[in-house]
């Protein structure tokens, strides 16, 4: 996420703060290069230009000339520029007053509507909400069945329409039928074009009428740029929408999009899609993302992940096992597990401070498929295998290498590598983590 502007940024920062005193000079070549990283991202260049020009007011300013660590000063005031541009603080749904609430969700062919619709129903149910999903494009082939699928994958109600009725007449029946479901928020799955167009958009403001939505959710493509950028504009002009879900922030997103979209629309970004997988839906918050954008990670978007998805009786039992030295195979496996469902090691590694700086720790960014690998051959061993590593000698070994589609060369390294880490494990707390040995090497 934003691997490319982070690289740029960090660079002219790391000049400024090996610099122990600052002039103007200092200041302007840092805000250029500032500038050239930021339309290389494509964000607006009116944005960019008031951008620059806020910070080199401040930079500028005693609280920069005079500090003891000018360069310190100059990347928090970027820090909280780049917080501000993104609209300072967490814009959350509007859901209050009389239920059902309803959850409009619009945008163009490809952004992946569809698909966030069930990753908001998802996150919905896990903050208590009961989410009653609505398939309200009848033009797009199998758009209706995705979303079934999608809701029975996560057990959430899906309204059965009917591709022969019109999709206003499809709403206006949800509305009806949400209270027998037991639902309390309606989420409307609406149709797209590849383009804006006048019969799309009268048919939108028909349904907004019908149903009076508590949020008008625009669904962006982030990998557009300036393009989403520009249709948050129109979308914005014709339904007054009340804020923004960026799909595929996980891929090559140069930036734009997100740092562009509140300053142009004055509407807020409220989640960001960073996967495939259902769950993979984020709030968006501009403080944290300026920090990950800075390299100075997300620690509490991290925390909050691993709260919401680790089981609390669970850690205490395995805190238990780790001071009883207990930790085996088993408890190795249940972990890969739990660390799978925060998401990919790369993201997760971006949220660490400092981790996305360093070009080592990107060359050895782990496999997936290696973690695939391991979780393969622990599969194939027996519970008492698990339990006592020990045991397995070469005929086990050639069994495991057999039963999990490996080489028996991977089976070792990984009972070696295993046993160095449960070492470690055991010695922490009285010499701290002197290095985790690589499971992937």
């Given at each position: 996420m934003f691997e490319s502007l982070s690289d740029k940024l960090?660079?002219?920062?790391?000049?400024?703060?090996?610099r122990g005193t600052l002039n103007e000079k200092n200041i302007e070549d840092a805000l250029k290069e500032v500038r050239l990283a930021l339309l290389?991202?494509?964000?607006?260049?009116?944005?960019?230009?008031?951008f620059v020009q806020d910070i080199r007011q401040r930079a500028l300013g005693t609280e920069v000339l005079r500090s003891l660590t000018p360069?310190?000063?100059?990347?928090?005031?970027?820090?909280?520029?780049?917080?501000?541009?993104?609209?300072?603080?967490?814009?959350?749904?509007?859901?209050?007053?009389?239920?059902?609430?309803?959850?409009?969700?619009?945008?163009?062919q490809g952004s992946g509507k569809?698909?966030?619709a069930g990753k908001l129903a998802l996150y919905l149910r896990k903050q208590g909400r009961n989410p009653y999903l609505v398939p309200a494009d009848i033009y797009r082939p199998a758009a209706m069945d995705q979303l079934e699928k999608l809701g029975s994958q996560i057990g959430i109600p899906v309204h059965p329409a009917n591709k022969k009725h019109k999709p206003e007449k499809i709403c206006l029946d949800a509305l009806s039928k949400a209270g027998g479901a037991g639902a309390d928020v309606l989420i409307f799955?609406?149709?797209?074009?590849?383009?804006?167009?006048?019969?799309?958009?009268?048919e939108l403001a028909r349904i907004k009428d019908l149903i009076n939505p508590s949020e008008i959710l625009l669904v962006a493509d982030a990998m557009t740029g300036q393009d989403a950028v520009n249709v948050a504009k129109h979308f914005n002009e014709l339904l007054d929408i009340t804020g923004v879900i960026l799909t595929k922030m996980e891929g090559d997103a140069r930036g734009g999009a997100a740092l562009s979209l509140k300053a142009v629309t004055d509407r807020p970004i409220k989640?960001?899609?960073?996967?495939?997988?259902?769950?993979?839906?984020?709030?968006?918050?501009?403080?944290?993302?300026?920090?990950?954008?800075?390299?100075?990670g997300d620690m509490l978007s991290l925390i909050e992940k691993a709260q919401s998805e680790f089981d609390e009786k669970e850690a205490r039992r395995l805190e238990k096992k780790l001071r009883k030295r207990e930790f085996d195979l088993a408890d190795f496996h249940d972990q890969l597990k739990n660390m799978k469902k925060l998401g990919s090691m790369e993201q997760l590694l971006g949220m660490l401070p400092g981790m996305g700086q360093l070009k080592q720790l990107k060359k050895l960014k782990p496999d997936e498929k290696e973690l695939v690998k391991i979780e393969a051959i622990i599969n194939s061993m027996t519970i008492k295998e698990r339990r006592n590593y020990k045991i397995i000698n070469g005929s086990r070994r050639r069994r495991i290498a057999l039963g999990s589609g490996t080489r028996v060369q991977d089976v070792?390294?990984?009972?070696k590598n295993f046993a160095q880490t449960k070492k470690m494990i055991e010695n922490f707390g009285k010499k701290g983590i002197p290095g985790m040995p690589s499971m992937f090497q």
């Amino acid at each position: 996420m934003f691997e490319s502007l982070s690289d740029k940024l960090n660079q002219t920062f790391n000049k400024l703060k090996g610099r122990g005193t600052l002039n103007e000079k200092n200041i302007e070549d840092a805000l250029k290069e500032v500038r050239l990283a930021l339309l290389e991202a494509d964000v607006n260049y009116k944005v960019v230009k008031k951008f620059v020009q806020d910070i080199r007011q401040r930079a500028l300013g005693t609280e920069v000339l005079r500090s003891l660590t000018p360069g310190q000063q100059v990347i928090k005031i970027v820090n909280e520029e780049l917080t501000g541009i993104m609209g300072a603080e967490r814009q959350d749904l509007q859901l209050s007053g009389k239920t059902p609430f309803r959850i409009m969700l619009v945008g163009l062919q490809g952004s992946g509507k569809t698909t966030t619709a069930g990753k908001l129903a998802l996150y919905l149910r896990k903050q208590g909400r009961n989410p009653y999903l609505v398939p309200a494009d009848i033009y797009r082939p199998a758009a209706m069945d995705q979303l079934e699928k999608l809701g029975s994958q996560i057990g959430i109600p899906v309204h059965p329409a009917n591709k022969k009725h019109k999709p206003e007449k499809i709403c206006l029946d949800a509305l009806s039928k949400a209270g027998g479901a037991g639902a309390d928020v309606l989420i409307f799955d609406t149709a797209g074009r590849l383009h804006i167009d006048d019969d799309l958009m009268a048919e939108l403001a028909r349904i907004k009428d019908l149903i009076n939505p508590s949020e008008i959710l625009l669904v962006a493509d982030a990998m557009t740029g300036q393009d989403a950028v520009n249709v948050a504009k129109h979308f914005n002009e014709l339904l007054d929408i009340t804020g923004v879900i960026l799909t595929k922030m996980e891929g090559d997103a140069r930036g734009g999009a997100a740092l562009s979209l509140k300053a142009v629309t004055d509407r807020p970004i409220k989640f960001v899609g960073v996967g495939e997988k259902l769950d993979a839906l984020e709030p968006f918050f501009p403080d944290r993302m300026a920090s990950r954008i800075l390299g100075m990670g997300d620690m509490l978007s991290l925390i909050e992940k691993a709260q919401s998805e680790f089981d609390e009786k669970e850690a205490r039992r395995l805190e238990k096992k780790l001071r009883k030295r207990e930790f085996d195979l088993a408890d190795f496996h249940d972990q890969l597990k739990n660390m799978k469902k925060l998401g990919s090691m790369e993201q997760l590694l971006g949220m660490l401070p400092g981790m996305g700086q360093l070009k080592q720790l990107k060359k050895l960014k782990p496999d997936e498929k290696e973690l695939v690998k391991i979780e393969a051959i622990i599969n194939s061993m027996t519970i008492k295998e698990r339990r006592n590593y020990k045991i397995i000698n070469g005929s086990r070994r050639r069994r495991i290498a057999l039963g999990s589609g490996t080489r028996v060369q991977d089976v070792n390294r990984l009972l070696k590598n295993f046993a160095q880490t449960k070492k470690m494990i055991e010695n922490f707390g009285k010499k701290g983590i002197p290095g985790m040995p690589s499971m992937f090497q």
